[in-house]
């Protein structure tokens, strides 16, 4: 069983990635990702958000009528979701980040990684797998979304988390690395790291 | 010299095998091989890559010399020096010679390079785009900044592809795409197209903003043109501001007859191109733009359409393919020229995008080509 | 236990419904006083930039009470006006418009109804008054800032629900962009736009320096949120024109100069 719990925090992290092994959750990671802040809020809100429905979830997992599960996932999920969003609201430290965030917070109940994993794994497992389950998806996400971020704030503004560190000295922010697409060259150069890594993702 | 060393050495198992893919290069390079396939059925031409590849160079050396004339004297014309012909000569091949060592070191290099690693003969689809690439860009474009969007370029468009023949779009283009969206600011406006840098007695003069004739047109039409002192044999010769290659109609257009001559390039997507242009362009014009025949002369429109569109590994491969792809590249780029505020050149988008829809109209032209005869044989 | 019948099924998703409809209200309510002193304190903090009294990240830094103690140190007096230019009621010094608020006077501002405008005048001679307009995604607002000649432009803040980031969001995140409007005048004459956003912006002096106009430079590759931001300008702006003309005042002295030289 501990074995198993392992593989069930650490598979999600590196070798499961939600992003880059499964390809999901493309949209968000494309949109929050110019800053490190804005990423690292939207990924603790994924974690947050992903850990509480899939524990609830499955909490309630022999109650759910069969034909309706679909509708009881998507209203714990939302629930989670206004719950997060009014929360940074009400934060001094949280509010202008909640801003910069505007719909995307919003926009984490149509991340499939959330439904996925309660679809895929709440409704089979007791509540403390599927806790840690929804909580390593989430950081696997988040994981994903920091080293993207990393880049981009850093090639594209030249500070990391809002602090100067290349334009001090005469760095010329790159304009390309703020647009979206240079998020998905990005995605593309780490799935090409993950596969030459772990040889067995490759397609033959 | 690199046939003697070859036997031993550099074969599989010698002691510099490792750098076997760089003599290849350079070998066949010089000499054509006289190693031929010998399994399997094949149609071959007595022509090969590389010639074909030297064949294009030649045809853009008009343009690069033009090129160079026109940057000595846009310089000489903007800040009124007394230079004469050789002098303006001189200057442009100077300003622009660091253009190309760049475009061709760090391009080959990574070439060479990812030939190495991956053991296999490095490729010669190089030579073009490097001659390209300092075609494309305002003359003033730093260096690092060029160095930048080629190694982008062809890392991400041609190697990750897998190398010459296999990039969806043409790599030349995607620098100039890398640079135009990364630093738009030494990319475009009107302080990037006449260098003063290199000329010590201008050293501490105010750089004089020059207007490229698409942007003066963009904002002002005809009469704006001929208010900036440009009429329209000046843009057809070609000593206009600009990307340094794209200015003369007329060298662009011995190039042309070079590749058409040749059989390099497929006239069908020059011509169908100009005529996409045309038609656009009139349908701007009743809507009270500048005639439609400016749009050819303008910009990189005539470069595009010749050097860039006609890409063989990148234009459509259908007989029938090639007329559409063509069509649409030149509608699409006055398209943007014409209802786009924020790009005013539309060539570039233009062609990037149907270098991407080019495989889907070669499906489509066979599909419908395979369902006629098809039907065809059903009536027979 | 048969989760699968018809009454089980619609019992439990009522229940559910109901729980989470509950705990959502619930936090609502008791976080909404909160979330309305953010919104107060950044709306505050987004006139105070436009103003110049400082930058939007060093109001962040100095937090919500320092933020309203600056404003109730700067502010002179702040009123509502209608598009005729005349006073029509007090605003309490401690009240500002929300972007909600904006929303409901930017309907009647484009309908037939009368709106309400506010002005808010600081210590400094300085007004400030919002503008509200739709960007590409959703809603763009801001603040422009007028010296006491009511025609210079003393800078400008603004924000955005959705706009693209990198491209649209540059109306707010592009401190470059903002600063373009220092400087510049708005264009009180009734059938001209009172202020433009457009490719290329002023043109230029024969030193290179910019004529200060009522232009400015379009962001490139964000042609909609600049045109939205500029109608939103145009639209808040020509409600306030009759107001800031009435405010404008010749300048004698030069006239009377000129005619000296003339004669």
Redesign the interface.
Known sequence: MNAKLKETILNPIFKGNPITVLVLGICSSLAVTVTLKGALVMALSVIVVCGISSLILSMLRNTIPGRVRIIVQLVVVAMMVILVDQILKSFEATYAIDKQLSVYIGLIITNCIVMGRIEAFALGNKPWPSFLDGVSNGAGYGLILLIVAFFRELLGSGTLFGVDVLNWMGYVPNNLVILPPFALILLGCIVWVQRSIQKDLQEK | MADQNKPGLFEKGGKLYWLHSSIDAFDTFLRVPGTVTRRGAHVRDGIDLKRVMIMVVIALVPAALFAMYNVGYQTAHTYSLDWGFWNMFWYGLLRMLPLFVVSYLVGLGIEFASSQIREEEVNEGYLVTGFLIPLIVPVDVPLWMLALAVAFSVIFVKEVFGGTGMNIWNPALVARAFLFFSYPSSMSGSSVWVSKTWVPSLKGVDAISTATPLAIAHDGGVQGLSDAGYSFMDLVWGLIPGSTGETSVVAILIGAIILVWTGVASWKIMLSSIAGGLLVGWLGQLGGGIPAYYHIVMGGFLFGSVFMATDPVTAAQTETGKWIYGFLVGALAVVVRLWNPGYMEGMMLAILLMNTFAPLIDHCVVSVSIKRRAKKALTA | ?N??NNI??VV??SV??VV?AA??AF??QS?KS??QA??K??TISQMLTAAGFGTK?EF?KI??AAVLDKYAQEIAEAFIVNPEGEKVADLPLDEVYSPSQLKAQNYKLKGSDVPELPVFVFKNGLTVVPVYGAGLW?PVWGYVAFEEDGVTIKGAYF?H??E????GARIKDDPAFQAEFQGENADWEADVKVFEIV??GSP?NA??SEIMDNRID?I????MTSIGLENAIQTWLKGYSKYFSSKEQPAPAEEAAEEVTEE
């Open positions: 236990m989760t699968n089980y099924t439990y998703t559910i419904v989470v705990l959502l936090v609502s976080l909160r979330q953010n919104e304190a950044d990240a962040q937090g919500n959703g924000d629900e959705s693209t980031a990198g491209l490719k290329g230029k030193d290179g379009a490139t590759g964000a042609t």
